[in-house]
Structures are given as structure tokens and as C-alpha cells.
């Protein structure tokens, strides 16, 4: 029953990006974490994982709307690998409690993000 | 310059994506609009590229540390990829600014939940 709702909010969570264009991984993670009793570390990483199959339809799709800029795509996500070193380290080894209370101050400020985003129409 | 723009907003959103299990599309797309000059629907489609390099990346480093669980990713990954594709046919057709409220708003509750 438990893990018929957390595939229900994966749908949602996919819904909400598809609509939002924010990520399915800021619903994913507390989806694993409260839902499945995940630990947080672990609902991180799955969470990665999870956002793959979404990332590859969405840019394929783009890609043949000929919307992606393929050479800022590149740099950006080349770039990228050395920052995710960095942060699977501080992940690590940062204590489960505090990486928990950051993710939710993520959230809070998402929060508030896409409620000024609403305000100032964009 | 830009390129080194870019480097610089790669390194960050790697971080921070791969800190927060999240892909980081709420940063990269204002920032792909403000310092590389894309316009809006060219900085969704490009960071979504990225995430998707990003994404491999962190997978990969966490698996390394023993802490990736393919079961528990399949339970959300594969409904969302059915979600994505309804959002994306919805985007256009719903009240973007009263259902934005209500995304806010179940942020903000998960969010203080997992704060306090």
C-alpha cells in the first residue's frame, strides 16, 4: 500500500515538473525518505537515479524540437561532474540529521521561489 | 567568456544536485538565462540536457560509495516518466498562477516538516 502511494506521488512529482519545469528529484527525495523510510543519504541517491528516465524523454523530446543548445548543454554538464564530486562528499559526510534540515531549507526556499515566480508572472 | 560562465554554472549545479539528490533545474535555468543569454525555453531544454549529464555523474559517484538503490529509484522513476509527459501536454491548459500557490504551498509543508 505504501509503495502504491509513493508511485503515485512519482507520477505527481512528474506531472509537477512537466508543468513547472522544477524537478521531480525536490518531490522524489521526501517522497523515499517519509514514504519508504529511506534515509536520507539513500533517498538522495535514488532520487539521482530516478530523475534519469524523465531527463532522457524530456531531452529527446527538446532535442527534436530543436530546443537544446548542444554546446551549453556540453560545457554545463562536463562542468557539472567536477561540482558533483564536491557534493557527494559533503553528502556523505555530513550527519543524516543535518543533511535532512538542508534539504528542507531546499524546499522552503523552492517554496519560495516558485510562489514569487506565480506573483511576478513569468 | 561565457564558456567560463558556463564552467562556473556547471561546477555549481553539480554540486548542489549531486549535495541534494535533486537535479538543479530551479538554478540552472535563471542562471543559463541572466549569464549564457538563453532564452527562456532554450535554458529548460538545454539544462534538462545538462541534469541529464549531471544526473549520470552523481549516480555514478554514489554507487561508488555504496549508496544507490535501483528498487526504490524504479518505484518514483517510472510513473514520473508517465507524469512528465501528461505535465507537458497540461502546461498549456491550466491556471498557472493558482495551481503555482498550491505547489508553493506543499513545498513549504514538506519542507517544515523535514526542518523541524
Same mark, same amino acid.
Given at each position: 500500500?505504501?509503495?502504491?502511494l509513493?508511485?503515485l506521488?512519482?507520477?505527481?512529482?512528474? +506531472?509537477?515538473a512537466?508543468v513547472?519545469?522544477?524537478?521531480?528529484?525536490?518531490?522524489?527525495?521526501?517522497a523515499l525518505?517519509?514514504g519508504?523510510?529511506?534515509?536520507?543519504l539513500?533517498a538522495e541517491?535514488a532520487s539521482?537515479l530516478a530523475?534519469?528516465?524523465?531527463a532522457?524523454?524530456?531531452?529527446w523530446?527538446?532535442?527534436?524540437?530543436?530546443?537544446?543548445?548542444?554546446?551549453?548543454?556540453?560545457i554545463?554538464?562536463?562542468?557539472a561532474?567536477?561540482g558533483?564530486?564536491?557534493g557527494v562528499?559533503?553528502?556523505?559526510?555530513l550527519?543524516?540529521s543535518l543533511?535532512?534540515?538542508?534539504?528542507?531549507?531546499?524546499?522552503?526556499?523552492?517554496a519560495v521561489h516558485?510562489?514569487w515566480r506565480?506573483?511576478h508572472?513569468? | 567568456?561565457?564558456v567560463?560562465?558556463?564552467v562556473?554554472?556547471g561546477?555549481?549545479?553539480g554540486f548542489?544536485?549531486a549535495?541534494?539528490?535533486?537535479?538543479g533545474? +530551479?538554478v540552472?535555468?535563471p542562471?543559463l538565462?541572466?549569464?549564457?543569454?538563453l532564452?527562456?525555453?532554450?535554458?529548460?531544454?538545454?539544462?534538462?540536457?545538462?541534469?541529464?549529464i549531471?544526473s549520470i555523474?552523481?549516480v555514478?559517484?554514489?554507487?561508488?560509495h555504496g549508496?544507490v538503490?535501483p528498487?526504490a529509484?524504479a518505484?518514483?522513476? +517510472?510513473?514520473?516518466v508517465?507524469?512528465?509527459?501528461?505535465g507537458t501536454a497540461?502546461?498549456?491548459?491550466?491556471?498557472f498562477?493558482?495551481?503555482?500557490?498550491?505547489?508553493?504551498v506543499l513545498?513549504?509543508?514538506?519542507g517544515a516538516?523535514?526542518?523541524?
Amino acid at each position: 500500500m505504501t509503495v502504491a502511494l509513493v508511485a503515485l506521488i512519482g507520477l505527481l512529482a512528474g +506531472v509537477l515538473a512537466g508543468v513547472f519545469g522544477v524537478g521531480g528529484g525536490i518531490l522524489f527525495v521526501p517522497a523515499l525518505a517519509l514514504g519508504l523510510g529511506l534515509t536520507q543519504l539513500h533517498a538522495e541517491a535514488a532520487s539521482l537515479l530516478a530523475i534519469l528516465p524523465t531527463a532522457v524523454v524530456g531531452s529527446w523530446r527538446q532535442q527534436r524540437y530543436g530546443n537544446i543548445d548542444l554546446r551549453a548543454a556540453l560545457i554545463v554538464g562536463i562542468a557539472a561532474i567536477g561540482g558533483v564530486q564536491g557534493g557527494v562528499i559533503l553528502a556523505v559526510s555530513l550527519p543524516e540529521s543535518l543533511l535532512r534540515r538542508l534539504f528542507g531549507a531546499l524546499l522552503l526556499l523552492t517554496a519560495v521561489h516558485v510562489g514569487w515566480r506565480a506573483r511576478h508572472g513569468s | 567568456m561565457v564558456v567560463l560562465k558556463l564552467v562556473l554554472i556547471g561546477v555549481l549545479a553539480g554540486f548542489f544536485g549531486a549535495l541534494f539528490g535533486v537535479g538543479g533545474g +530551479v538554478v540552472l535555468v535563471p542562471l543559463l538565462v541572466v549569464a549564457a543569454g538563453l532564452d527562456q525555453r532554450r535554458a529548460s531544454a538545454t539544462s534538462l540536457a545538462a541534469i541529464l549529464i549531471a544526473s549520470i555523474a552523481g549516480v555514478a559517484t554514489y554507487a561508488l560509495h555504496g549508496q544507490v538503490k535501483p528498487g526504490a529509484a524504479a518505484i518514483v522513476g +517510472v510513473p514520473a516518466v508517465l507524469g512528465v509527459l501528461i505535465g507537458t501536454a497540461l502546461q498549456q491548459r491550466v491556471p498557472f498562477r493558482r495551481l503555482s500557490y498550491g505547489f508553493a504551498v506543499l513545498l513549504a509543508v514538506v519542507g517544515a516538516r523535514l526542518v523541524a
